[in-house]
Structures are given as structure tokens and as C-alpha cells.
């Protein structure tokens, strides 16, 4: 269901799109009826999961949330879309209106799901955790909604976002992290690719924003080295470990080998999946640590002197 | 300590009000968010105009800004993070807050500050 705030703060506002009903002819209204579709068909279809709870919980979407408003957020029950800086004079303006990307739709309504399953402290590395996830299933969105495989997607989250006055493909790339924008009034992309990078912040609760690029560029590491639909296999496992296996305060290597031992359990100990993760968490500069039974074979090896 | 001195601090200004003789400063901080590019900016009532620094006084006044109480804000996903401070006779008292912790009295000054800073960009 859509609601409209009409450009203020009372909340949910005026009824504009509810379940079933054609659409409005309202770009806000209808980018934030179809995305939430597409993700709820996320999912659904591929996941097996009813709705954020998993109970069929009704998707709440706001939309022109107050004026000159360049944000969108999950409030713990609802996403919250604004218009972007349509407050400002053409050549001054930086941002569309937040609907325009479906990614972003996948990422907020992800925050939801993150809510009801790991419950991702928002700070520090479990936050950037959450906000990897919500990026990783926004773009898994995008990219079923475009039919595209892990080699054709583009990888960027918001593309569409900025206005023509910005240089920048989109707010975020999974696949080169640190690239997405480059302009003269914004400054560069921030987010490091790598752990040699991790950036020491109080700010944005610890830079959720900027360290997720280390795990988002592990996320493309394995779905690239996967292939096919990146949602079938790697947001499989990823999907998977978000659900029974993450904890709220789990860090980047925590989450890797929960990947690692999801990939196991789905895949089978050593397939091509699993060697995937850990070559994708590798290439980010986080190495796993192995099981117990593993780790003691290996010594146990080295203690014998055998190769 | 601080509370007692931001109590009496507050008390006096709430008490008083601005007066339009003294000058202010106002400094305005906005991150977090989905894109998570801060803006900020500074504004000197001496700069403005009598009756813009009428208006910003009077909106300072109206969010009960040296007395008010503010609700705890917890880090939310991909909420802006405010946090306005404000600079009056020789001393200063800072507020913060997330989008949903926001009390709507804030929400004129709020939205001025952040027009002020975008504008800036």
C-alpha cells in the first residue's frame, strides 16, 4: 500500500495505491508500488519468504515525505520516500526523487527484513553489515526486474539518483567500490574495497555507509565468480546466512564464515560454491578462519610435516 | 554538571528569549541518510537581515530549544542524523536527533537549515 504524506510529516498521509489497484499516473506512487512488488517477488519466489516477517506483513510505503527531502528510510514499520531537492533551483538540484531507483526500494524494504531476522546492530561493522545486505538484495531486485546475470548487471545502487548536475553513475558500486561518484561539489566516493581500507569514523554510526563497500565487493566477488543469476546461488547463501546464521553484533569475519559454512551446507563442503565465497571474501582482504575440525587437520598436517 | 548548567542557561534564555540586540550563531550538521553526504553550515545573525534574524530567533524560540525535552534517538537505518548547535551571550548548548526522534517542533528550523545548507553545496 502506498500513502502519500503531501509533502509533510504527518504519517502514513492520504491512501494513494492500495494492493490491486491500477495505477496513478504519480511517478513516486507507482515506482514505489512496482518496486515493492518486485521485492516482495524476491522474496517470495526465490527465497521462500512471506513478506518482511515472513508472516505476510502489508508493505507500507510513504512517499513526498516533507519538501526538498533528499532521503529515503525504513523506520522499523515502514519505507519512507522524499522528492529529492526539488525545493532548490533546477541548476542547483543533486538529487531525483528516491523512488527512481528500484534498488533503493529492495534496500529499505531489506532493512525490514534484516529487522525481523539478524537484527544487524546499525553501528560500526555489524551496521555495515546491514546496510551490505540491504544493498546486496536491492541490487538482486534490479537485476531480476532486468532479467540480467551477475556479468551483464551493473552493480551500482541509485543509479538514476543524482541529477545531470552530478558526476556520478549512482550512489554506490558493489563492483568497484569507491567509484561511483566523482564530482567537483560532492567530493569522491568514500567506500573502501578492501580491509587495508576500513575507514575509522564516529560518523553515519560509524561509517554504515562507507565500510560496506567491503562487504559488498565480497558479495560481487562471489557472485561473479559464480555466474548465471547472481540471486540463484550467492544471494541464495547470503540470504540464507542473514536469516538463521547472523547475529546482531557479528563483524566482517564472523560474517564471512557464516557465508562459508552456509555455502557448505547448500553447496557441499569444497564445491565451486563454497571455494567462491572464500576467494570472494579473500579478494576484500578478510580471510576465513576454518572450522575447528578443519583448522586441527591442518595443524595436524604441518605437526607430521606432511604437505 | 552539565545538565545543572544547561538547566540554568536554558531557564534564563526561555525566560528571555532572544534578544535582537545580542547576536547569535547557529551551527547545523546533517549525515547519515541513504547517500550519506553530510552537509552543514554556519549562520551569524549579523549576516542575515533584521527580518530573516527575526525569523530565525523566532523559530529558535518556538522549538524550545534551551528547555525543551528531546527524545532519545537510536541509530535507524538510513535516518539523518541533526545536530544543531546554538551560540548566544558567551555560551553554547547543542541539541541532536534522528528523523523519527525529531520532536515536530524542530521541523521549521530544521527545514531551513537544511534548505541553508543545500543551498551552500
Given at each position: 500500500m502506498i500513502y502519500d504524506a503531501e509533502n509533510g510529516s504527518a504519517m502514513p498521509g492520504r491512501l494513494a495505491r492500495a494492493e490491486g489497484d491500477?495505477?496513478?499516473?504519480?511517478a513516486a506512487t507507482d515506482e514505489a508500488y512496482d518496486g515493492a512488488g518486485a521485492t516482495f517477488d524476491l522474496y517470495y519466489e526465490?527465497?521462500?519468504?512471506?513478506?518482511?516477517?515472513?508472516?505476510?506483513?502489508?508493505?507500507?510505503?510513504?512517499?513526498?515525505?516533507?519538501?526538498?527531502?533528499?532521503?529515503?528510510?525504513?523506520?522499523?514499520e515502514r519505507m519512507v520516500y522524499g522528492d529529492g531537492d526539488e525545493d532548490l533551483p533546477e541548476d542547483q538540484r543533486l538529487f531525483n526523487r528516491f523512488t527512481i531507483a528500484i534498488d533503493i526500494i529492495g534496500h529499505?524494504?531489506?532493512?525490514?527484513?534484516?529487522?525481523?531476522?539478524?537484527?544487524?546492530?546499525?553501528?560500526?561493522?555489524?551496521?555495515?553489515?546491514?546496510?551490505?545486505f540491504s544493498d546486496v538484495f536491492g541490487s538482486l531486485v534490479k537485476q531480476r526486474a532486468k532479467m540480467q546475470t551477475a556479468d551483464e548487471a551493473d552493480w551500482l545502487i541509485g543509479e538514476g539518483l543524482f541529477t545531470s548536475n552530478v558526476h556520478g553513475a549512482g550512489i554506490r558500486s558493489m563492483k568497484?567500490?569507491?567509484?561511483?561518484?566523482?564530482?567537483?561539489?560532492?567530493?569522491?566516493d568514500p567506500q573502501p574495497a578492501h580491509m587495508r581500507d576500513y575507514v575509522q569514523t564516529t560518523s553515519d554510526n560509524g561509517g554504515v555507509h562507507i565500510n560496506s563497500g567491503i562487504p559488498n565487493r565480497a558479495f560481487f566477488g562471489v557472485a561473479k565468480a559464480?555466474?548465471?543469476?547472481?540471486?540463484?546461488?550467492?544471494?541464495?547463501?547470503?540470504?540464507?546466512?542473514?536469516?538463521?546464521?547472523?547475529?546482531?553484533?557479528?563483524?566482517?569475519?564472523?560474517?564471512?564464515?557464516?557465508?562459508?559454512?552456509?555455502?557448505?551446507?547448500?553447496?557441499?563442503?569444497?564445491?565451486?560454491?563454497?571455494?567462491a565465497v572464500q576467494k570472494g571474501w579473500d579478494e576484500v582482504g578478510i580471510t576465513l578462519h576454518l572450522d575447528k575440525k578443519q583448522g586441527c587437520g591442518k595443524n595436524f598436517r604441518q605437526f607430521l610435516g606432511w604437505p | 554538571m552539565w545538565k545543572k548548567f544547561s538547566a540554568v542557561f536554558g531557564l534564563a534564555l526561555a525566560c528571555n528569549l532572544i534578544n535582537m540586540q545580542d547576536q547569535f550563531q547557529l551551527h547545523f550538521e546533517r549525515s547519515g541518510g541513504f547517500a550519506a553526504i553530510m552537509v552543514q553550515v554556519a549562520v551569524r545573525s549579523d549576516s542575515l537581515d533584521a527580518k530573516e534574524a527575526h525569523?530565525?530567533?523566532?523559530?529558535?524560540?518556538?522549538c524550545q530549544f534551551f528547555d525543551g525535552?528531546?527524545?532519545?534517538?537510536?541509530?535507524?537505518p538510513d535516518q539523518f542524523y541533526y545536530v544543531i548547535r546554538v551560540l548566544y551571550r558567551g555560551q553554547e548548548q547543542e541539541v541532536s536527533f534522528t528523523d523519527a526522534a525529531m520532536p515536530e517542533r524542530y521541523r521549521p528550523?530544521?527545514?531551513?537549515?537544511?534548505?541553508?545548507?543545500r543551498e551552500k553545496k
Open positions: 491500477a495505477a496513478t499516473g504519480d526465490i527465497f521462500e519468504r512471506n513478506s518482511i516477517d515472513n508472516q505476510g506483513m502489508d508493505l507500507i510505503s510513504i512517499v513526498h515525505y516533507l519538501q526538498g527531502y533528499d532521503n529515503a528510510f525504513w523506520n522499523g529499505e524494504l531489506t532493512h525490514g527484513v534484516t529487522q525481523y531476522e539478524a537484527g544487524l546492530v546499525y553501528k560500526d561493522q555489524p551496521g555495515a553489515l546491514n546496510e551490505s568497484n567500490p569507491g567509484t561511483a561518484y566523482n564530482d567537483p561539489i560532492l567530493g569522491k559464480l555466474g548465471g543469476y547472481a540471486w540463484q546461488k550467492a544471494g541464495k547463501i547470503w540470504y540464507i546466512a542473514l536469516r538463521d546464521k547472523l547475529a546482531a553484533n557479528d563483524d566482517f569475519h564472523t560474517a564471512a564464515n557464516k557465508t562459508f559454512e552456509v555455502a557448505a551446507a547448500l553447496y557441499g563442503k569444497n564445491s565451486p560454491a563454497q571455494l | 525569523k530565525v530567533a523566532s523559530m529558535i524560540e518556538n525535552e528531546i527524545p532519545e534517538s537510536k541509530p535507524s528550523l530544521v527545514h531551513y537549515l537544511s534548505l541553508k545548507a
